[in-house]
């Protein structure tokens, strides 16, 4: 979800891009880089994972003159590829949707925020809600981190969104709740779909892959 740049106060964006640097900043200094460098493949998937989030996110509907709406992705990434190095593939999938579409700066540290660093956060957060005995099946991890995952996402993502809109006094452009409920029930089933369906052909043909795919919790403890 995107919310027009020239809605959001000065104050909000330059804030917003304070927080971005300061957690860019912590995630390269904490991220696993010898993993990385260790297997090159790690390398590939990340960036294609950026690539497939910015191309992703080009598919987008113009909700109302202010509000864009657009599949994410980032729970799939999160999953394959950890969180610190999702929130770096996200900013960049993030820097090229907005030279992409030509969008002003503005709006860039909202924009990565509500897009990448809140998914990244929510999706690792459900996963480890799910890493308990009760849960040592494969398709807790498919179905509950991936497609739930999805889901969870959007919808905390557009509760956010509204939110920020009563805060700032932008209006949403819509007749009523009622008409929001159904597009939001669609993106959600939409994106839940997208990243379970991702998460599901790593984690059955490539599991090496899925960093956050434990083997030994989901297939031989059971």
Same mark, same amino acid.
């Given at each position: 979800?995107?919310?027009?740049?020239?809605?959001?106060?000065?104050?909000?964006?330059?804030?917003?891009?304070?927080?971005?640097?300061?957690?860019?900043?912590?995630?390269?200094?904490?991220?696993?880089?010898?993993?990385?460098?260790?297997?090159?493949?790690?390398?590939?998937?990340?960036?294609?994972?950026?690539?497939?989030?910015? +191309?992703?996110?080009? $598919?987008?509907?113009? *909700?109302?003159? /202010?509000?864009?709406?657009? =599949? @994410?992705? &980032?729970? #799939? %990434?999160?999953?394959?590829?950890?969180?610190?190095?999702?929130?770096?593939?996200?900013?960049?999938?993030?820097?090229?949707?907005?030279?992409?579409?030509?969008?002003?700066?503005?709006?860039?540290?909202?924009?990565?925020?509500?897009?990448?660093?809140?998914?990244?956060?929510?999706?690792?957060?459900?996963?480890?809600?799910?890493?308990?005995?009760?849960?040592?099946?494969?398709?807790?991890?498919?179905?509950?981190?991936?497609?739930?995952?999805?889901?969870?996402?959007?919808?905390?993502?557009?509760?956010?969104?509204?939110? +920020?809109?009563?805060? $700032?006094?932008?209006? *949403?452009?819509? /007749?009523?709740?009622?008409? =929001? @409920?159904? &597009?939001? #029930? %669609?993106?959600?089933?939409?994106?839940?779909?997208?990243?379970?369906?991702?998460?599901?052909?790593?984690?059955?043909?490539?599991?090496?892959?899925?960093?956050?795919?434990?083997?030994?919790?989901?297939?031989?403890?059971?």
């Amino acid at each position: 979800m995107h919310l027009r740049s020239e809605s959001i106060p000065v104050w909000l964006q330059e804030s917003s891009l304070l927080v971005l640097c300061a957690i860019v900043l912590a995630v390269v200094l904490l991220a696993p880089w010898r993993s990385v460098v260790a297997s090159p493949q790690r390398v590939h998937l990340i960036a294609g994972g950026a690539i497939s989030c910015g +191309l992703l996110w080009l $598919l987008d509907i113009q *909700l109302t003159e /202010d509000i864009t709406l657009h =599949l @994410l992705g &980032m729970t #799939a %990434l999160t999953l394959a590829v950890g969180g610190h190095f999702a929130i770096l593939a996200g900013i960049a999938a993030t820097l090229f949707f907005y030279l992409t579409k030509g969008l002003p700066f503005l709006g860039f540290g909202v924009s990565a925020l509500s897009s990448v660093a809140v998914p990244v956060g929510v999706s690792l957060a459900l996963l480890k809600a799910l890493q308990r005995p009760r849960f040592r099946n494969p398709f807790f991890f498919i179905l509950g981190a991936g497609f739930a995952g999805g889901c969870l996402v959007t919808l905390i993502g557009a509760l956010i969104l509204v939110a +920020l809109t009563q805060v $700032l006094g932008v209006s *949403l452009g819509l /007749d009523g709740i009622d008409v =929001l @409920l159904p &597009m939001l #029930a %669609l993106v959600m089933f939409s994106e839940g779909f997208v990243d379970g369906m991702c998460v599901a052909a790593l984690a059955i043909f490539y599991p090496g892959w899925v960093k956050t795919f434990d083997e030994r919790f989901y297939l031989e403890g059971n």
